[in-house]
């Protein structure tokens, strides 16, 4: 028999071997596995058992009646810890939250991530304070009543770090104090100054809840998709811009500073209007208010390695909101400027400021709310700041707005 002949014997009975080996260990798989295949032929996911466990079933009037207990009683940190913990048990619950926690501007209580992107309470304003790091350059916001209530992580509302580069300095913003990587979840924004330090740009990670602002400009950085995570924020908003008026011939006086809230129309502070108020974070920031559908994955995929550039430019289909410092008074007896702080803030400095809305007589807007401090920071200790800030203000864009005040060159003061 020639060998080409015994050859082709001998691996085609290898090869019926192996196809009936195959056969019987797919039977074998199918009667362990049976009980747990699904309708489309693959296992079931974490969250579908937890959908299908008992937590998740619970009546609708039970969980209210949960919830309404539990947000009621728990008002302050760290024990509002409680009303995080019961929206994170599953998805039934999570909605149930929804109905049951009220956002800052009517509760005046900050309670999930994304309350930081929402307007504060319109009549008594939330109070924190802003530690200041000098060796490591950071600032962190804690939500607290006194200095010694800031040092408790459980109370860390944001932190920024100050880079410094040739042209410009940078603010980094994060919900974590150890992580301010722009890939990163924890990111929320961005505060850029210009070389003097006169002018600033509040950059948001994701797109204002309004249609004021179209675009901005993508991330000019060439990551690959692969290293990346699929909701990784890739475009800087410019929701705001904040400058200071140089003074030149270093005249004695109070700085004079202009904040334009381009995400904020001045309607907001009109009898009836409101201000923007989002109800989920676009990067994954608030994962269990945010989930990620199908539309948005196939945009990500179908995005480019390349950096994209867009037109930079902001279009404004109403009118902004500007903000101005309160003009201090001369003190006589004190020989110094001097602000009504209702003794939250102890310590002259020239980064102490008011803020309030600077609009014309033509928008109606009612004289208590011009009169209105909208925001006020000012220092009470070595590198301890406090920070009160009201309605339409965030506690993202309050803060973003006091760390311009750290950067301020001796030209504007």
Same mark, same amino acid.
């Given at each position: ?102 956002? $800052? ?15 504060? &309470? ?84 994701? &797109? &204002? ?81 945010? $989930? ?27 009118? +902004? ?6 003009? +201090? ?36 807007? +009612? ?42 060159? +001796?030209?504007?003061?």
């Amino acid at each position: 028999m020639p060998f080409k002949s015994i050859f082709r014997e001998l691996r085609g009975k290898k090869g019926l071997e192996n196809k009936q080996k195959k056969l019987s260990e797919a039977k074998c798989v199918q009667g362990h596995t049976k009980s747990h295949i699904t309708t489309e032929g693959s296992l079931p996911s974490q969250s579908a058992l937890v959908q299908e466990s008992l937590w998740a079933n619970l009546p609708s009037e039970l969980l209210l009646d949960i919830f309404g207990r539990v947000e009621e009683n728990e008002t302050t940190w760290p024990a509002r810890r409680a009303v995080v913990a019961c929206a994170g048990v599953c998805r039934s619950w999570r909605e149930v939250a929804k109905e049951v926690v009220k956002t $800052p501007e009517e509760c005046g209580l900050l309670t999930f991530p994304i309350s930081l992107k929402q307007p504060g &309470p319109r009549d008594s304003p939330i109070q924190c304070f802003i530690r200041r790091e000098r060796a490591t350059s950071t600032y962190q916001l804690y939500l607290g009543l006194s200095p010694a209530l800031a040092g408790d992580p459980s109370k860390l509302l944001l932190a920024a770090k100050r880079i410094r580069r040739a042209t410009k300095t940078d603010f980094l913003i994060s919900l974590s104090a150890n992580d301010f990587s722009q890939t990163s979840n924890n990111y929320v924004g961005k505060l850029r100054s210009n070389f003097f330090g006169s002018k600033f740009v509040i950059h948001d990670c994701q &797109p &204002p809840s309004n249609s004021a602002i179209q675009s901005n400009g993508w991330s000019r950085k060439k990551v690959s998709m692969k290293k990346v995570s699929p909701r990784l924020p890739v475009c800087n908003y410019n929701v705001a811009t904040i400058s200071y008026e140089l003074n030149v011939l270093r005249t004695r006086g109070p700085r004079r500073m202009q904040c334009n809230m381009h995400a904020i129309p001045v309607s907001a502070i009109q009898e009836g209007g409101s201000a923007p108020t989002p109800a989920t974070f676009t990067n994954g920031l608030d994962e269990m208010f945010s $989930p990620l559908t199908a539309s948005t994955e196939k945009n990500q995929k179908s995005t480019s390695t390349n950096s994209v550039k867009l037109p930079a430019s902001i279009c404004n289909t109403r009118d +902004p909101l500007v903000l101005r410092n309160k003009i +201090p008074r001369w003190h006589e007896q004190l020989q110094c400027w001097c602000l009504n702080f209702r003794g939250r803030v102890t310590v002259a400095s020239v980064k102490n400021f008011q803020l309030v809305a600077s609009v014309d007589t033509s928008k109606n807007v +009612p004289a208590a709310e011009q009169e209105k401090v909208i925001l006020q920071f000012g220092k009470i200790g070595k590198d301890i700041f406090t920070m009160d800030y009201l309605y339409p203000l965030s506690a993202f864009q309050a803060f973003t707005i006091c760390l311009s005040s750290f950067d301020m060159k +001796p030209a504007c003061e």
